[in-house]
């Protein structure tokens, strides 16, 4: 039963007439920290009422979904990758009346929210865990994953290296090990107890009947264990995901599920099932590609990760990003690829954290506005939906001495008033300090500064997704890669039906000049898409283009 | 004058294509089809692990092989660089072929690599015989890395000779270019060799003599400019050098003309740099040798001997134009020995030989009736070498060599004096 919805299908909730069961596809999500982005009561947290505030930028932006960070009750020693309580709120952001209303003021302005499901363990503070390790006895016990020794499960990856020194953590209270794949503090829930697998399901029941439009699924490779295996990607994961989702298709058709799955692209494949699984997963080898493609000013790394990339059901889509709120994660590259991501973008060991760098998009291309916007105009053309992490639409930058991830999860920078213009509050009760170094400094780098200017980064990015948003062929689109001889060059052709957009990157600091094949597009009168000025025809010769340092075109193929 | 146009636009289009880059390999072919991908496969793997995050190419200039050869250069790549490394390679490989114009030869080609060098900014330039059995990846990085990190500007190679092989390189231009040069410089005609940007950008600009070294003589020339230059100078161990094609013991003659007339012909180019050289010094030497004792060459003495017995006799008033008197009765009183008695002394011979770099100099013949004239002459100088060596083991024969060397060395001011005498 739906005790409120305010989707912007209906206000039933259920689909309205003609609405897209398919509408992730065309997403551009926005993810933010409710606790980061505005606090409205001056405690000095962010909060759902001061986000609801900051609504009308968020749709003035041009982002059609907002991806929510965790906020349920959590002890918060995982920023709310912790939970407590999966039906709550956490107080200090707002109660669960507060969310409804963001809820439904952000379907009145035609944006979506997802939340997260952070499935794969709970916080030791949990009531479920409170009582599982109370006793062997207790109905809850089987609820998590116990031993009395730590050699099951021998020789799987630790996941957070730098802070544990194995997957298993004794608990004095219960007097056994249990399982742990992430911080000690967060027990892996057992999903091969049924029990377990309906008690989500209710969680997602609960926030279904409320109105959210998806689920981000946290962790999802590492649900289930099984001896002599690695323990991630196991048949039985995949049980799990289709068993919630078959529920989900029958009751919520319009909600969609998204796989944390930090895997090699042939791994994460089977989360898309036959369509059956989830309906999109994060690209997460793809990332840290772009940022090699563009230090070694070869398209190179890029293109390779790409062509691996198996085709996935039509009704399934990437989800692409750039940065996020964890560290830039080099899980899924090669020792040389890390090694040399370390040492063009992380030389200071400080901004190393497991097996990734803690910093924002604009430190780590060095403030360059040329990188910036090229890295932007890749993630809004390359096939998938396009991930959008708060801040990055201005350039924010980070603070890797605060340990942790914290350094990319500092408050929103509005202004360049009173603490950023985030929060009332004394600057000393802030969740987290400001940035107010003189580079990324909220005095300089702020929403306010750059709304009242066309030619901002915020200004630029609004119109960047605003082009995107102009054709279906960047979201629904195939790709062709087209092959140059100048390496330095990553171009390509996204086509759905009609629709045909050529896109061309430089990937290189100085100028390009580049000559296309693109005979099979003879006739056609390329069309730059964010002047609207046309080019050349094409005709039967190497179609010659020059590009700025950096430089990048999208065009739209007429043919006239 | 205007300024030549030798690159083909293809080959310049090609280049634009490849861009900026920090090391070029070139192997230049002609008709290797059936070795240059096993070449080219070790390049690459080099490369790859070596130089993993520099920016490099391969070009191949061809003389116009009609076997293949640059299909089977393009064709030849590693399907996956894990089933031979750890990792993939981080940046896009490049393979450039082109057809060089003008007649085949060592210095076209290596114009044409100078010119890709150049344009492209290059920080180390490597060659490499498309002919090679015995090629490693770890020959690339001995060779690159002491010009692309170290800061030398030539490095040329050290091979792994069995016994007996290289002898005229042992025998001649080595103590010959140690005594004029100043270097210890082990391969003065090694065809493995690495440049810095900086030295390729000098040999594009100094083509002047570029059609008087055929064949070998263009490494020659390379090692002995680059030491005249008072360019950095290093050497690096590689190993064996087996190649496909075995230079057969009738070549002797196209050998000693191309290698020795070269040398002579360095000689008078660099006069003002040796003629005033006072010391010689080591060459820094980089990698490892390893002490295996390869098979020893098998050379047929007593024909050498007979050879060299007949050669003076019948060349002799050629010798009498070139070689002053008590040189020549020296070599035609041993010429008269029962060949187990024969021997070519060290002195002898080095006096021999600077007496025959002087007269080439003095044009005292025809230059190339000289250089025949060397043939038979080093045939003795052979065939008491190997009478002398045969039963001797590596670190022996060693010592012998060095003594050899001493001995030039010695005698450079004889060559200077030979060398600057007035002619009559």
Not at chain 1, 273 to 291: C, T
Not at chain 1, 484 to 500: E, M, Q
Not at chain 2, 149 to 178: E, T
Not at chain 2, 387 to 409: F, M, T, W
């Amino acid at each position: 039963m739906r005790t409120t919805s305010s989707s912007p299908d209906s206000p039933s909730g259920m689909p309205a007439p003609g609405a897209d069961p398919l509408w992730y596809k065309d997403a551009v999500i926005y993810e933010l920290h409710a606790r980061a982005f505005h606090d409205s009561n001056g405690d000095g947290i962010g909060d759902f009422p001061g986000l609801l505030q900051k609504l009308d930028y968020v749709q003035d932006l041009g982002v059609t979904t907002i991806w929510l960070l965790p906020f349920y009750p959590s002890p918060l020693k995982d920023d709310g990758y912790d939970i407590s309580d999966y039906t709550g709120i956490n107080p200090a952001y707002g109660t669960l009346e507060n969310f409804r209303e963001f809820l439904e003021q952000a379907h009145r302005r035609n944006l979506r929210v997802i939340t997260e499901l952070v499935i794969n363990h709970t916080s030791d503070q949990h009531p479920w865990f409170q009582e599982a390790r109370s006793s062997p006895d207790n109905p809850r016990r089987d609820w998590y994953v116990w031993s009395n020794t730590d050699d099951r499960y021998r020789g799987v990856r630790i996941i957070f290296k730098d802070s544990e020194l194995s997957n298993w953590t004794w608990d004095p209270i219960s007097k056994a090990y249990y399982w742990h794949r992430f911080f000690s503090h967060q027990p892996d829930l057992n999903f091969d107890n049924p029990a377990v697998v309906e008690e989500i399901w209710k969680v997602m029941q609960f926030w279904a009947d409320m109105g959210v439009d998806g689920f981000r699924v946290d962790a999802v490779p590492y649900l289930v264990e099984r001896e002599g295996t690695s323990c991630e990607n196991l048949p039985e994961t995949h049980d799990v995901v289709k068993f919630l989702r078959r529920r989900l298709n029958e009751k919520y058709p319009m909600i969609f599920l998204l796989a944390e799955a930090n895997q090699w692209p042939a791994d994460v494949r089977h989360y898309f099932g036959d369509g059956d699984e989830f309906q999109m997963a994060f690209h997460f080898p793809l990332m840290p590609r772009m940022f090699m493609g563009v230090k070694l000013e070869d398209r190179k790394p890029i293109m390779d990760i790409l062509q691996q990339t198996p085709d996935i059901p039509e009704t399934c889509q990437w989800g692409i990003f750039l940065r996020n709120h964890d560290e830039l994660t080099l899980e899924m590259v090669s020792d040389v690829e890390r090694d040399y991501m370390y040492d063009m973008y992380a030389l200071d060991a400080g901004a190393r954290l497991n097996l990734g760098i803690r910093r924002r998009l604009a430190p780590l291309m060095d403030g360059d506005r040329r990188r910036l916007e090229l890295m932007n105009g890749m993630l809004m053309s390359l096939p998938g939906s396009p991930v959008l992490y708060y801040g990055d639409e201005i350039g924010m930058g980070d603070n890797i001495f605060l340990g942790d991830r914290n350094g990319v999860r500092t408050p929103m920078q509005w202004s360049g008033g009173w603490n950023a213009g985030f929060s009332a509050a004394d600057p000393e009760r802030l969740y987290l300090p400001l940035l107010s170094n003189p580079v990324y400094g909220y005095q300089t780098v702020n929403v306010e500064a750059q709304r009242r200017t066309d030619h901002s980064l915020w200004s630029w990015m609004k119109k960047l997704i605003q082009v995107r948003k102009s054709t279906r062929a960047f979201s629904r689109g195939g790709i062709e890669f087209l092959q140059p001889r100048n390496h330095r060059v990553f171009a390509y052709i996204r086509t759905l039906g009609n629709d045909r957009v050529l896109v061309v990157n430089n990937l290189s600091r100085s100028a390009q000049p580049v000559e296309l094949d693109l005979r099979a597009f003879e006739g056609y009168i390329p069309v730059e898409m964010f002047g609207g000025n046309p080019f050349p025809r094409i005709g039967r010769l190497p179609y010659l283009m020059t590009l700025p340092p950096y430089g990048f075109y999208w065009f739209r193929m007429r043919r006239l | 004058m205007a300024e030549e146009r030798f690159l083909s636009d293809e080959f310049v289009s090609q280049l634009t294509a490849v861009g900026e880059v920090d090391i070029v390999v070139g192997l230049p072919t002609f008709n290797n089809r059936d070795t240059v991908q096993r070449v080219v496969n070790a390049i690459l793997v080099g490369l790859v692990k070596y130089f993993p995050r520099q920016r490099s190419v391969l070009i191949n200039p061809d003389a116009g092989s009609k076997d293949g050869t640059t299909e089977a250069v393009q064709a030849a790549s590693i399907p996956d660089f894990r089933a031979v490394l750890a990792s993939s390679p981080l940046r896009t490989m490049h393979v450039v072929s082109a057809r060089y114009p003008g007649v085949q030869g060592e210095s076209e080609a290596l114009r044409m690599l100078f010119a890709a060098a150049d344009l492209l900014g290059a920080k180390a330039c490597a060659f490499v015989s498309p002919d090679l059995e015995s090629i490693t990846p770890e020959w690339i990085d001995a060779l690159v890395q002491p010009a692309l990190k170290d800061g030398f500007d030539f490095v040329g190679p050290i091979y792994q000779r069995r016994r007996f092989d290289g002898l005229l390189v042992k025998n001649l231009l080595h103590p010959l270019i140690r005594a004029a040069y100043g270097y210890q410089i082990e391969e003065p005609v090694g065809r493995e060799v690495a440049l810095s940007g900086r030295l390729a950008s000098y040999f594009l600009s100094d083509q002047s003599h570029r059609e008087d070294f055929p064949g070998l003589g263009a490494f020659e020339w390379m090692t002995t400019a680059a030491m005249a230059g008072g360019y950095r100078v290093c050497q690096a161990f590689l190993g064996p050098r087996v190649t496909a094609s075995k230079r057969s013991a009738l070549d002797l003659n196209t050998a000693i003309k191309e290698v020795a007339g070269s040398l002579f012909r360095c000689l008078e180019i660099h006069q003002s740099y040796w003629l005033s050289r006072q010391k010689c010094e080591q060459v820094p030497t980089f990698g490892f040798q390893p002490v295996l004792d390869l098979d020893p060459v098998r050379i047929d003495r007593k024909r050498m001997f007979q050879m060299f017995s007949s050669g003076v006799d019948d060349l002799r008033p050629v010798l009498e134009q070139i070689l002053s008197p008590g040189t020549l009765e020296a070599i035609t009183a041993i010429a008269k020995l029962e060949e187990r008695q024969f021997r070519f002394p060290d002195d002898l011979w080095a006096k021999t030989v600077c007496e025959f770099a002087a007269s080439y100099h003095h044009s005292a013949i025809n230059r190339d009736h000289l250089l025949q004239a060397l043939t038979p002459v080093y045939r003795g100088r052979v065939s008491s070498f190997i009478l002398e060596n045969g039963r001797a083991g590596s670190e022996d024969v060693e010592l012998k060599l060095e003594s050899l060397r001493q001995e030039y060395e010695r005698l450079k001011p004889y060559l200077i004096e030979n060398w600057n005498r007035k002619v009559r």
